[in-house]
């Protein structure tokens, strides 16, 4: 037999032969298996798997006071934050209780706060309002 273009053609295969593979299909199994490799080689290099990092010994007062802030002003829908007095540092124990005031527009609120575990996450609620 002989092709169009003048060359011969392929012999014609018989059953249960493979033929050649098709030129640009190739497997994409080992290539991806070698950069993953490669990228978890980088990640350990670079400490990305050091996932132990010491738990906080204070509360800084003015990221507790913003977190408080910012949440009562999504929870009232107000246009700005209320001012929140905090001390500049509080010990991290869980189950520790204390008392902020929050100042809203006319008047001054008591939040009850509650440290909810020992990484310092906290809790708070509206008290009563005060003079």
């Known amino acids: 037999m002989v092709s169009r273009e003048g060359a ?4 014609p295969r018989k059953s249960g032969e493979a033929g050649p593979r098709a030129p640009g299909r190739r497997g994409y199994f080992g290539p991806a298996l070698t950069a993953l490799g490669v990228l978890l080689a980088i990640a350990l290099a670079l400490g990305a798997g050091d996932l132990s990092h010491p738990r906080p010994r204070t509360l800084h007062g003015g990221e507790v006071a913003d977190q408080i802030a910012f949440s009562l002003q999504s929870a009232g829908r107000r246009p700005s934050p209320p001012s929140v007095v905090c001390p500049p540092s509080e010990p ?5 209780r204390f008392t902020r005031t ?3 527009p006319g008047r001054s609120v008591a939040l009850q706060v509650v440290e909810i575990d020992g990484r310092g996450d906290l809790r708070w609620h509206a008290g009563s ?3």
Request: a positive charge; zero cysteines.
């Open 8 to 11: 011969p053609a392929p012999a």
């Open 92 to 96: 991290v124990r869980q189950g520790l």
């Open 102 to 104: 929050a100042v809203l």
């Open 129 to 131: 309002s005060l003079p």
